[in-house]
């Protein structure tokens, strides 16, 4: 296995740990209202749930558009002429 997938399943297996341990109720605010007892594995799945989504979202490559492409795939002829080699490069080639 590659380094990157055991690193991925410790960091996995250290994070269930550390939900599985923390599993009392707890008072937890919201803005509005009056405090809730919310389990503390919820809360903290939940904000590392968050914490992926927005980790993915902002880490992900940007697409980039280049105009060299966009010319190419336009099908424009290209300036270059290939039966314009020189004897010596048809030889070369042959």
């Known amino acids: 296995m590659k380094a990157k997938t055991i690193f991925v399943i410790l960091i996995t297996c250290l994070l269930t740990i550390f939900l599985m341990v923390n599993?009392?109720?707890?008072?937890?605010?919201?803005?509005i209202?009056?405090?809730v007892p919310v389990s503390k594995l919820l809360v903290i799945g939940v904000c590392i749930l968050i914490g992926f989504?927005?980790?993915?979202?902002?880490?992900?490559?940007?697409?980039?558009?280049?105009?060299?492409?966009?010319e190419i795939e336009k099908g424009y002829p290209t300036n270059?002429?290939?039966s314009a080699l020189s004897d010596?490069?048809?030889?070369?080639?042959?």
């Open 88 to 94: 010596e490069d048809r030889d070369y080639i042959s």
């Open 53 to 70: 989504i927005l980790g993915f979202i902002v880490g992900r490559p940007r697409k980039t558009i280049s105009s060299y492409d966009a």
């Open 23 to 31: 599993r009392d109720a707890v008072e937890f605010n919201f803005l």
């Open 80 to 82: 270059e002429n290939k």
């Open 33 to 35: 209202g009056a405090p």
